[in-house]
């Protein structure tokens, strides 16, 4: 059974760092085609795609973001860390993992965490 | 401003059918087989339809429908039922610059 779950503040301040957790299981990231994304949906809004990283450690970044954005894997503890700097207020949105399998769906994501919802605010 | 373009909302009543449209360029939905679509209902996380244009994860009822002309993509629901009522939204690569790209996001409505 596949499941991921997103951890992080709740709230953060402008200027800060975001940092989100990702936490799987019923998956490896070392399997061959397997990749995790990041992708958020700020209140009422649309889905906007942030982030992926590979199996085999390759990294993407939407464009518009790339400067602040780093995602990163650690297999062993079946987590995928995303941080984001210098947070705006424009940034409060659900945050969202999900996974990618090539034997499965190709590269769009099957399964999804529940989110967490980060609010920027002073 | 999104990537791809669809309509704001459709409707249909039981059992009718419905298609989205979803609109980019040929530096996304016209270059790559790889347009995918998403059921969101309130609350919930999205939920994948179609993946490659037109192909259904296992589990996914066979009235989803996929399909690409050029720079378009549409989703058809054949056999409408209250509970395909939820928000839709289409998403495509880009290329290795951009990667993927969204859709704004269409609300259907069961009557």
């Known amino acids: 059974q596949v499941t991921l779950r997103e951890s992080g503040p709740a709230l953060v301040k402008p200027t800060q760092t975001l940092t989100l957790t990702c936490t799987f299981s019923?998956?490896?990231?070392?399997?061959?085609?397997?990749?995790v994304s990041w992708i958020r949906q700020p209140p009422g809004k649309a889905l906007e795609w942030l982030a992926r990283i590979d199996w085999d450690d390759d990294k993407y970044y939407s464009t518009s973001l790339k400067t602040r954005l780093t995602i990163s894997k650690d297999t062993s503890k079946n987590q995928v860390v995303l941080t984001m700097t210098n947070m705006d207020p424009v940034d409060t949105a659900t945050y969202y993992c999900?996974?990618?399998?090539?034997?499965?769906?190709?590269?769009?994501?099957?399964?999804w965490g529940q989110g967490t919802l980060v609010t920027v605010s002073s | 401003q999104s990537a791809l373009t669809q309509p704001a909302s459709v409707s249909g009543s039981p059992g009718q059918s419905i298609t989205i449209s979803c609109t980019g360029t040929?530096?996304?939905?016209?270059?790559?087989?790889?347009v995918s679509w998403y059921q969101q209902h309130p609350g919930k996380a999205p939920k994948l339809m179609i993946y490659?244009?037109?192909k259904r994860p296992s589990g996914v009822s066979n009235r989803f429908s996929g399909s690409k002309s050029g720079n378009t993509a549409s989703l058809t629901i054949s056999g409408l039922q209250a509970e395909d009522e939820a928000d839709y939204y289409c998403?495509?690569?880009?290329?290795?610059?951009?990667?993927?790209?969204f859709g704004g996001g269409t609300k259907l409505t069961v009557l």
């Open positions: 998403c495509s690569y880009a290329g290795s610059s951009t990667s993927w790209v």
């Open positions: 040929s530096s996304d939905v016209g270059s790559y087989n790889l």
């Open positions: 490659e244009v037109s």
């Open positions: 019923g998956f490896s990231l070392s399997t061959s085609g397997m990749c």
């Open positions: 999900a996974r990618s399998y090539s034997s499965s769906s190709g590269l769009a994501p099957d399964y």
